[in-house]
């Protein structure tokens, strides 16, 4: 029942009581003169009246039936009452029996009076007010876009806010509230087609894209949307790093979003990985984060680089011709044999910061599990730039560095060594498993296939197409749930060179320690125990970590480089022979003349660096060494010493080395190499290890013999 005819109901008999008292009255009175019996058949008639009126207005309404009843009962009573005071006139009997019925009838009409919807004779009668239609004072623009939204997802979508970018015509930021019935979520819109279809009902101009990340609350989803296709705008203006000191510690912008946010990564904590099909900005990016490491005064930046080291050539070139005091890059690896080298070095250094006991004091200092890093202990950061020759070269060497990079990766976190990684194609055979998982910081500019985005990024971006826009990618970090859309710096040649120069005197020392742990790693060490082919062995970067020369000759390894940037003529200084020097009676001298005798023999014949050998494995031959021009940046010709501090050979190799040593009598027992090594614990172990890789074997009198191991050194 309506609140208008639940009001009405009790009053009706209450005005039909009071016409009935002013007729009786007016009658008593002789005011007015009734026929006979005129009251009663003007009831009945009334009653019937009423019914007709009451079907026509209510038109089968629900309770029609009740409000008839009552109606017909308030006509009745009324007229019954009026009849009998009029013929009996007034009493007590007569007035409360008038009263006693007006309540009852307004009681009845509120029980029976039921709600009734208008019918026809309702609706011909009842004032026409027109309905005025809803009002939206919303912006028109976020109610448009509120409108495609849901003809797009066919959810009821809420754009709670339109936000213009910093430049309104570029485009705009929409704030939407996801349907929790539906269960949506921003990540399934991340990987559905609803931001190409959006775009494409919003008529966005070719090469527009939106991208949808989280909100600050789950269930939000912001929708970035291009108006104007900013990455397809000229090339950026070419970066202008500044060159004051910096930490690797510190945060620094690497991408920037089409509506002009800066985004920020720090490469102290993680590792890197940078894909990018050729002419896509790969190579540009690289050197913009070089120039960021150029300013960290505790970090130093070893490159792999197997095409002839490219992309440190312009670092390392101000130096080579004598306008800089030192190189930005502090070791680069051109070939298998030095990235081999490069790799374990850095793999010895992480391992001893776990455990050496400055490592430790500066941990328990800053109370934290992560090695701090400053200039007398600098972060080591190896960038490789086209990683995927690493991980697909097929010579020994080869495969060692692209494991050596993974195993740095893992282990090197906490001990501030760090990996860049870069490579042309996002696919399992360049970049492996364990390296991803290990590096949260991922960019990935243009690639050939889209599914490849996703192997580097380690989820979807989403559908947009970044078209043939140099320098544009995507970002994901730990913190960025979502990869987000955004272009790189430019960086030129010229600019490389003056902060090169600006930058050389920022560039710390690799600490004593670190020297130390790096004279320690000898050639069996990068080897991993296997043992070497001639033509490997022979191998410049192998006879120097054989010396203890690993580190400190990394230079004269790259003297026909130097050479070459200096524009000497080289031709025919390739063919100038070898000549390691090390102090006499020195643990160097001792292990390379181990490592020469193991790896030679009397009857060795000369490899030329044109030797197939030497092609294949890469590196400098030992048979060969570009004579050393002085000049401005050239590292100073001559011996050069191994630290102090150096580490003597492992048990294994000196065991190698005293088999080799009995000479003419070719064999010796396991008792004199025990006798010789008592000191050491795993004396049987190592013999055991030797003789399952076929280094060592059994004569018939039991004794050590040179079987396998002594075939393949001829």
Not at 462 to 479: F, I, R, S, V, W
Request: charged fraction near 20%; proline fraction near 6%; charge should be neutral.
């Amino acid at each position: 029942m309506s609140t208008e005819q639940g009001t009405r109901a009790p009053l009706v008999p209450i005005f039909a009581a009071l016409l009935a008292v002013a007729l009786v009255v007016a009658d008593r009175l002789a005011l007015v003169s009734f026929p006979a019996l005129a009251l009663p058949v003007v009831a009945v008639l009334g009653a019937l009246l009423a019914v007709v009126i009451t079907l026509l207005q209510e038109n089968g309404a629900p309770g029609w039936a009740r409000v008839v009843v009552h109606r017909v009962a308030v006509l009745l009573a009324v007229g019954a009452w009026a009849t009998w005071c009029d013929v009996a006139g007034w009493s007590g009997a007569t007035v409360l029996s008038g009263l006693g019925g007006t309540v009852a009838l307004a009681f009845l009409g509120a029980v029976c009076q039921a709600p009734a919807a208008q019918g026809t004779w309702a609706a011909a009668n009842a004032p026409q007010t027109p309905e005025a239609p809803p009002v939206d004072w919303r912006d028109p623009a976020l109610v448009r876009w509120e409108k495609l939204l849901r003809s797009v997802t066919k959810q009821s979508v809420v754009v709670e806010a339109a936000r213009p970018w910093d430049n309104p015509d570029d485009g705009l930021q929409l704030v939407v509230a996801l349907p929790a019935e539906q269960g949506t979520t921003v990540d399934d819109l991340v990987k559905s087609s609803v931001p190409a279809r959006l775009a494409a009902a919003a008529r966005l101009p070719k090469g527009c894209a939106i991208q949808v990340t989280e909100g600050d609350q789950q269930g939000i989803a912001v929708f970035d949307v291009m108006l104007r296709n900013v990455l397809a705008d000229d090339s950026p203006d070419v970066h202008e790093e500044p060159t004051s000191a910096a930490s690797i510690n510190d945060q620094f912008p690497i991408l920037t979003t089409p509506r002009g946010q800066l985004l920020t990564i720090c490469l102290r904590i993680y590792s890197m990985i940078v894909g990018g099909t050729t002419g896509s900005g790969k190579t540009t990016l690289l050197h913009r984060l070089i120039m960021w490491l150029a300013r960290c005064t505790d970090a130093l930046v070893w490159v792999i680089d197997l095409n002839g080291g490219g992309v440190a050539e312009p670092w390392v070139n101000p130096w080579a011709n004598g306008r800089a005091d030192r190189p930005v890059v502090d070791w680069v690896a051109d070939n298998e044999a030095e990235a081999a080298v490069m790799v374990a070095v850095a793999g010895a250094i992480a391992r001893d910061r776990k455990t050496n006991p400055e490592a430790a004091r500066r941990k328990r200092t800053a109370n934290s599990f992560v090695l701090p890093v400053d200039a007398q202990l600098p972060a080591i950061v190896v960038l490789t730039d086209e990683g995927g020759e690493v991980r697909q070269a097929v010579s020994l060497l080869g495969q060692l560095a692209g494991k050596g990079v993974t195993r740095l990766a893992q282990i090197g976190r906490a001990e501030g060594v760090r990996v860049i990684m870069s490579v042309l194609r996002g696919t399992s055979d360049l970049t492996d498993k364990g390296l991803r998982v290990n590096a949260a910081l991922r960019l990935c500019l243009r690639m050939e296939e889209h599914d490849e985005y996703s192997h580097v990024l380690g989820v979807s971006p989403g559908k947009t197409d970044l078209g043939a826009t140099m320098g544009a990618g995507y970002l994901k970090t730990a913190e960025l749930s979502q990869p987000v859309l955004g272009r790189t710096v430019n960086v030129d040649l010229a600019g490389i060179e003056r902060h090169a120069r600006a930058t050389a005197q920022l560039r710390p020392d690799l600490d004593q320690r670190g020297q130390a742990v790096a004279a320690a790693v000898t050639a069996r060490t990068v080897l991993e125990g296997k043992e070497p082919t001639v033509e490997l062995a022979r191998l410049r970067p192998l006879v120097d970590a054989a010396a203890g020369r690993a580190y400190s000759a990394r230079w004269e390894r790259y003297a026909v480089k130097l050479a070459a940037m200096r524009g000497e003529e080289i031709g025919d200084q390739a063919d100038q022979p070898v000549a390691v020097t090390t102090p006499a009676g020195s643990a160097a001298t001792s292990a390379l003349d181990s490592w020469v005798a193991a790896v030679s023999g009397p009857a060795a014949q000369p490899e030329t660096p044109d030797s197939p050998a030497a092609a294949t494995a890469g590196g400098n031959v030992i048979q060969f060494r570009p004579r050393v021009v002085q000049g401005a940046g050239q590292p100073v010709a001559g011996p050069q010493t191994a630290p102090a501090t150096a580490v003597p050979d492992t048990a294994r190799e000196q065991i190698l080395a005293l088999l080799l040593d009995a000479g003419a009598e070719g064999v010796t027992t396991s008792e004199v190499i025990r006798r010789e090594f008592a000191a050491r614990s795993r004396v049987t172990g190592l013999l055991k290890e030797l003789r399952e890789s076929g280094a060592i074997g059994y004569n018939v009198a039991g004794r050590n013999v040179l079987a396998k191991y002594a075939q393949q050194i001829g």
